[in-house]
């Protein structure tokens, strides 16, 4: 048999089109709607097949095709219009073109996954589609942020559903000559080559780049001639290999992912650690800092950890990275050998105060080493506060140094262009740009009710003929009867109230919840008057039989007689199929068990879109929820029995679907239009577009976290660390005498048991300071409710002012208390640092009475 070698010939795009090389080669800016619709116009058929990537467009179209439109005045003046505007939101910058030191510090954002588009396969699910609206997001705003994660040769499976209605995966490769990216290089005009030191030896990767719009997105690949072939796979497959190949990829993408971008010339100012997959970058910025500048490590934390952001994603504690120490141990001792921190420190860094066990967390490691901490929703904050008390065991669980930024949707990227066109007349051009106003969403009411409804049947048609295509191509992979394959093209009704659930096919998630009383749901989609139907999607991860056989549930339940037509599970969910459900449905289901919701941010496209969003109050729905603009599956109450949670929600949707959604999207008074769904529609709009954006999500992290941090690192940083110098001398000094500090006594000016509304008290306080200087700490009231255990929530923190000293070491402090409110209140004296940092320090620093 001989050996032939393959080569490929792209066709020559003329001079006056170069642009679009460019363009195609920016991967969120070429998918945006004008850049679309101008590589639309080089071919319509082929860009659809090639799944609407334009750099596989531009190398299959014929030669004379490219010759006909660098010929063609109007496509010209489309191209010049485009370019225009590119222009303006790509190639303008204030960060990118200054060459000047300060604008080269970066906020450094660090992923597992980004979802971009369908077409780059390096995202799975939520977090990936979360991290990628977080850079389309940060372009939009012109952050100097660049994005750090792997490339995967095999990315994410592609899912198919056998005849049994089973998940089969496939892991199709990714070809980097088919896709927007380019090869890092060295100055000297050479890949870029670095390494990362492993247990086994070294890691080596090469790194490519990605342009998301203004930022560059940075993707390091191990699949190299210069690696042994056990290695070359560490970046084969996301999520994919056992415990030791997650271990490779994290270390890669914290260790690796900080020394690719330090070579490629970025000084990482703020580094931002979306998920514990990151962690090791902690330990890795802090052991460069105390090599490079002769830190201690107590300087160096405390320098890392002022410039460092971390979010967790995990509502459950089983769901955190942990890794055991017997096969973590060896890593560990391998980036000691590289001059990283000792293992024992490491260790201690990724363990609660006193842990014993044989694991390492990388949330706990992430926390420890950031001082900007946060959660994915308001309610969800809550729970990261409950979660990791023990970590800091003398604080309120209220004051738990964990915050929330709420998720948001790179509106861009999930509206529909007639969606957004129309809005544009009411809220002007670029709208979806920036964030937006409660006020000026309110704009979206004077749209014309008849428009908004004409633009969303056209999306819900629009819905249902993909959706048939879609089913007709799965019918004939599986070489279904002619019989089945012509169903195919009439499921569906183009005019039904169409609902839509589509996401990770977890269990907590319960896909099935509508399909808890089979014949109560029949007979809301048999019903001819006033028909139902649903869209499924989703992808169960390859190890969860428990989520593919809710999927296969569905299938089959999708295959009686009695519905079949009126429920359908599209195979193989992306970024497409999610654009499409999200624009067409009427209402978007979302039922996970409370509180095992992050956030979750499906919906949030959906509403945008003018679907109605129906779920139980978790995530993101308890900020978003209102009469007006939606509806709520149960009450809030959260049971221990799983059973009886589920049939109570089960019961609510239900009741929801035949009483209130059901009726009210039928109920057409004057003709064709149903007003008062409409007006739910106009309240889901502004909603969603005001508090749900992307753009608002990214503006609350750099107003909330890259901005402080990044005055962190100047401030800390000037003048050889001096700052940061003296700064933990002073903080060393108070810790060494903080055992002595006492609250000796908390007394009151009076009884304060027939208290009423105006009165007001005195609370004194003596405080033995052992020497520290009060300057370093502050004395507080702790003041709030009690419960029945005698134990305070939601308690406001009070600063009581000194009023003399009584001896060298002892302090009289002093607050007027006002009884403005009536109630049960309980109180008690603490001192804790003065700064923010020292005290919220693991495992925190207050001292009570």
Same mark, same amino acid.
């Given at each position: ?52 990537? &334009? ?48 604008? /080269? ?126 290695? /070359? ?49 902690? =330990? ?7 090599? /490079? ?96 008390? @023990? ?10 140094? !964990? ?8 509106? $861009?990227?999930?509206?529909? %262009? ?16 920036? $964030? ?10 004077? !749209? ?69 009383? &089979?014949? /109560? ?9 006033? $028909? ?28 009686? =007689?009695?519905?079949?037509?009126? !429920? ?7 970024? @497409? ?13 979302? %039922? ?23 779920? #139980? ?71 969603? !577009? ?73 609370? #004194? ?20 409710? &009690? ?63």
């Amino acid at each position: 048999m001989p050996t032939f070698r393959t080569y490929t010939v792209a066709p020559k795009v003329p001079e006056n089109l170069s642009f679009l090389t460019r363009l195609a080669n920016n991967v969120w800016w070429c998918w945006n709607a004008d850049a679309a619709a101008l590589f639309r116009r080089v071919s319509p058929t082929l860009f659809r097949e090639l799944e609407f990537n &334009p750099v596989r467009l531009l190398s299959h179209v014929g030669q004379e095709r490219l010759e006909e439109l660098a010929a063609d005045p109007s496509f010209l003046a489309h191209m010049r219009s485009v370019e225009a505007q590119f222009e303006k939101e790509v190639q303008t910058s204030k960060h990118w073109k200054d060459p000047s030191e300060t604008h /080269r510090r970066v906020i450094a954002y660090f992923s597992m996954e980004f979802g971009l588009h369908e077409s780059v396969h390096i995202y799975s699910g939520g977090l990936g589609i979360l991290a990628g609206d977080h850079l389309k997001s940060a372009s939009d705003l012109d952050i100097p942020l660049v994005g750090i994660g792997l490339f995967y040769r095999e990315g994410y499976f592609e899912q198919e559903i056998n005849a049994t209605g089973w998940q089969v995966e496939g892991y199709p490769e990714n070809d980097v000559h088919r896709l927007p990216i380019s090869r890092c290089l060295r100055e000297d005009g050479q890949p870029l080559l670095l390494e990362v030191p492993l247990a086994e030896g070294p890691l080596r990767f090469t790194a490519w780049k990605l342009d998301v719009g203004r930022i560059p997105l940075i993707l390091l690949d191990t699949n190299i001639p210069e690696n042994p072939p056990e290695l /070359r796979g560490v970046t084969g497959q996301l999520y994919g290999g056992d415990k030791r190949n997650r271990l490779r990829q994290e270390a890669l993408l914290g260790v690796g992912g900080l020394r690719a971008v330090e070579a490629l010339g970025f000084e990482v100012a703020c580094s931002h650690m979306n998920e514990g997959h990151a962690a090791f970058l902690g =330990p890795e910025r802090i052991a460069n800092t105390m090599k /490079r500048h002769g830190l201690t490590f107590d300087e160096a934390k405390a320098f890392v950890r002022r410039t460092s952001v971390f979010t967790t994603h995990t509502p459950v504690p089983a769901g955190n990275e942990t890794f055991d120490l017997g096969l973590l141990w060896p890593q560990l001792e391998a980036f000691e050998r590289d001059g990283g921190l000792p293992a024992e420190t490491v260790k201690g860094l990724g363990r609660a105060p006193g842990d014993a066990s044989n694991e390492l967390s990388m949330t706990i490691l992430g926390l420890n080493c950031s001082l900007f901490c946060n959660g994915v929703a308001k309610l969800h904050g809550v729970v990261e506060r409950d979660m990791w008390h @023990h970590l800091w065991p003398d604080f309120p669980v209220d004051e738990v140094p !964990i915050g929330h930024v709420t998720n948001g949707i790179h509106v $861009p990227t999930w509206i529909s %262009t007639d969606n957004e066109q129309l809005y544009a007349t009411v809220l002007g051009p670029d709208w979806d740009k920036a $964030p937006i106003s409660e006020s000026q969403a309110a704009r979206v009411d004077h !749209i014309a009710d008849e428009e908004l409804w004409r633009v969303h049947e056209s999306a819900r048609a629009h819905l249902v003929r993909s959706a048939r295509e879609i089913l007709e191509r799965s019918a004939r992979r599986r070489h279904a009867s002619p019989a089945e394959v012509e169903a195919c093209r009439n499921v569906l009704d183009k005019d039904a109230l169409t609902i839509g659930f589509a996401r990770r096919f977890a269990t907590y998630k319960r896909a099935t919840l509508l399909l808890s009383d &089979p014949d /109560r749901l029949k007979r809301l989609l048999c019903d001819d008057a006033h $028909p139902v139907q649903i869209v499924f999607a989703g992808k169960a991860h390859p190890a969860d039989n428990g989520g593919k056989e809710l999927i296969r549930r569905i299938v089959e339940f999708s295959k009686d =007689p009695a519905v079949k037509g009126r !429920i359908v599970f599209l195979e193989n969910y992306n970024m @497409h199929i999610a654009r499409r459900m999200v624009r067409g449905v009427d209402v978007w289901l979302n %039922t996970p068990r409370r509180p095992m919701e992050a956030s979750g941010t499906s919906g949030m496209k959906a509403c945008v879109n003018g679907a109605i969003h129906v779920s #139980t109050l978790d995530g993101w729905w308890p900020e978003g929820y209102s009469e007006k603009c939606g509806w709520q599956i149960g009450d809030g109450q959260e049971f221990a029995d799983e059973g009886q949670q589920n049939w109570n929600d089960a019961q609510s949707l239900y009741n929801l679907l035949e009483s209130e959604i059901v009726p009210a999207f039928y109920d057409r008074p004057h003709g064709e239009l149903p007003l008062r769904w409409i007006g739910m529609m106009k309240e889901s709009i502004k909603m969603s !577009i005001s508090r749900f954006s992307s753009t608002r999500m990214v503006s609350d992290y750099f107003a909330g976290s890259y901005e402080p941090a990044l005055g962190n690192y100047a401030a800390l940083s000037a003048e050889d660390f001096a700052a940061v110098r003296q700064d933990i001398a002073r903080r060393n000094a108070l810790y060494a005498k903080w055992d002595g500090i006492r609250v000796e006594s908390v007394e009151t000016d009076r009884d304060l048991v027939r208290s009423v509304v105006g009165d007001s008290f005195e609370v #004194t306080a003596k405080v033995r300071l052992d020497g520290v200087d009060p300057a370093d700490v502050r004395v507080e009231l702790f003041l709030g409710r &009690p419960d029945a255990s005698g134990a305070v929530h939601g308690g406001t923190a009070l600063p009581m002012e000194p009023s003399k000293k009584l001896s060298a070491s002892l302090y009289l402090y002093k607050l007027q208390v006002p009884c403005d409110k009536t109630g049960s209140f309980a109180f008690s004296a603490r001192v804790v640092p003065a700064s923010d940092p020292w005290r919220t320090s693991m495992p925190g620093y207050v001292r009570w009475a």
